[in-house]
Structure formats: C-alpha cells, structure tokens
C-alpha cells in the first residue's frame, strides 16, 4: 500500500510539475457560453447545464433526455463567442455529444476553438460519469496551433425526501480539466500549458408540486448550490461560487449568482475578482402547453452583465449579452 502511494505522489508531482502560464484565459476563465451558468454564480461541476459541456461537467450529460440541439452567442463586447452543439442520449449505452466554442477577435487577431466530445453514463446507479476528449485550436496569422487535452466529471445524486408533493434532492459534483497537464507549442516556438482545473461542488434542489393547482409540472422550485475551484498547476484562480435558481411552472426561471475568484498578484492583476451575477430563463413545452402530442421543448436563457474588470483601474463601460437556444425532441 505505501509503494502503491509513493509512486502515485510521484506520477501527481511529474504530471503537475509544470505551471500554468495565464495563456488561452478568455477560453478557460471567460464568459461561460451557458448563460444559465453565468448566471448561477459560473458554477460547472453540477447539472445546472448538460449542453454546453466545454465548460461544464461532462458528468451532467447524462442526465439530459432524448436528443438536443443548442446555440449560444455573446456579443457587445470582444471578443464574441459562439458555441453550438448536438447530443444525444440513448439510455441503454449512455450520452453522446459533440460542442464547439469559438472565440473571434475579428480581423487578424487571433481566433481560438475548442472541439469537444463527450460520453457519459451511469454506474449501477452509484454515480454518473463523464469523459471529455477536447481539441484546442488557435489560429494565429495564417498559422495553426493545436493541441489536445481531457478531463473526467463525477456526480452522484442523493434523494433526501420525496413523496407526491415534495422533492428534495441532494447532488455532490465533482470535474477535473486536463488531468495529464497537456500543453501546446505556441507561434514563437515555446510551450503554453494548459490549466488543470478541479473542481467540487454541492446543489440542493427542492420542488412543490400540487395537480389540483397546476398539474403539467411542479409548481414551484428552488435550487442552490456551491462550488470550490483550484488549479493544480497554479496557485492562481482559486475561486468560491455561490449560485441560486427559483422555477415556477417549469416555465419562468430566475437566477442569482456570486463569485470570487483570485488572481495573480502584481502591478496589472486585480488581487482577487469579486461579481455578482444574475438572467433569467423560459421553457416553452409543446406537449404540455399548447395541447400537443410532440414531445417538443424550447427552453431560451440570457444574461445581460457587466464586463468582468480585470485591472486594477476599472474600466468597464458596457454589458455584455449572452442568450442560449435548446431545442429538445423526446425528453
């Protein structure tokens, strides 16, 4: 048992040794393309969104029904970002998606993308489980550097309390990005590590229904959550995120959020970066509300916030925008 754990100490410190650099933050610590994200406090490591898995926990895809197919767009401020994705969920063998992010400065600055594959499935109804396979792109000047990486994603859901009225749902969440600490070479001939993020969280959802009132869904919901971030191969961006949800009808959902993230320290840096975030959300289900037999949902979210100020002196003197469209066939 000691070899056994002096040699995985030794593979943790080779694996880790190298630093992360502050490169590629706009794809990693930037706006989130999941506007419900943003706005729940940038919480990832639980299901709050199972489409946008570049960002999110590839764990949560599981827990997505039928087939999916969901866009995102940022705007007003550069850089923009677009993300889009499919997926697919067959129940017998798991959950199968593909995303793409993209981030344009327009012109010749550069363009960055993210390719991401994912599956996940449940384990004998212990836990869910998700491997993520992602493709980093930058286009610099004509020219192209890319690289890979993967990251893993865990969650296991706990039901406190349920009977035909009350729901109450405990889930424990944890993500590890770029868990062999995988690097690229940059235009100038040097190497750019990527940052090996782990995260954990813990989400409380409670939800009231009553059919005598309203007999399409529950009637009211509440969500809560926390999430604790560190990198294993910098001692910067350590984080502590708050985030909350109310739904009614599973329809309107507003959301609430904070978080405070710490940066590096010297003259540009911030010390820490500190924000509260906040949207809203509809879902639109054809087959409960418009008396239809198609299994159809459109679910829309947005957030509209401040530009995170990461100087000393603050400069922020616009919003920006982000909006999701979800479409869902056979939930």
């Known amino acids: 048992m000691k070899k056994s754990l002096s040699i995985l100490l030794l593979l943790s410190s080779y694996i880790f040794a190298q630093s992360y650099d502050a490169s590629e933050i706009f794809m990693f610590f930037g706006r989130q393309p999941s506007a419900k994200t943003e706005a729940m406090g940038r919480i990832l490591t639980l299901n709050y969104d199972s489409n946008f898995l570049t960002q999110s926990n590839p764990a949560a895809l599981v827990y997505s029904k039928g087939s999916k197919i969901f866009f995102s767009h940022s705007s007003h401020v550069n850089p923009t970002d677009n993300s889009g994705g499919v997926s697919y969920n067959t129940n017998s063998i798991g959950a199968f998606a593909f995303n793409i992010q993209s981030i344009d400065w327009g012109g010749n600055i550069p363009t960055d993308k993210l390719y991401t594959f ?7 109804d212990w836990f869910s489980y998700g491997i993520n396979a992602n493709l980093f792109e930058k286009k610099y000047y004509g020219s192209t550097q890319s690289n890979t990486f993967f990251e893993i994603g865990i969650l296991r859901e706990f039901k406190l309390f349920q009977n035909t009225q009350i729901k109450d749902i405990l889930l424990i969440g944890t993500q590890m990005k770029n868990i062999f600490n995988q690097k690229r070479m940059n235009s100038f001939g040097s190497t750019n590590y990527f940052p090996s993020i782990f995260r954990v969280g813990v989400s409380n959802v409670v939800e009231y229904t009553n059919e005598r009132i309203y ?3 529950h009637l009211i919901g509440f969500t809560s959550g926390f999430e604790y971030q560190d990198l294993f191969n910098s001692d910067s961006r350590t984080a502590y995120k708050f985030g909350g949800e109310l739904s009614l009808l599973d329809i309107i959902y507003l959301r609430i959020g904070y978080y405070s993230e710490t940066l590096r320290e010297n003259s540009y840096w911030n010390k820490n970066l500190e924000e509260f975030t906040y949207g809203f959300g509809f879902n639109f289900n054809l087959e409960h509300y418009l008396n239809s037999y198609l299994p159809l949902s459109i679910r829309f979210d947005y957030v509209s916030l401040p530009v ?5 002196i603050n400069y922020r003197d616009q919003d920006f925008n982000t909006f999701n469209l979800i479409i869902n066939y056979g939930f």
Do not use: A, G, Q, V
């Not at 994912?118 to 004998?124: D, I, P």
């Not at 995170?308 to 000393?312: D, L, V």
């Open 308 to 312: 995170p100020s990461y100087k000393i």
């Open 215 to 217: 007999d399409k869904s």
């Open 118 to 124: 994912t599956y996940s499935n449940e384990l004998n």
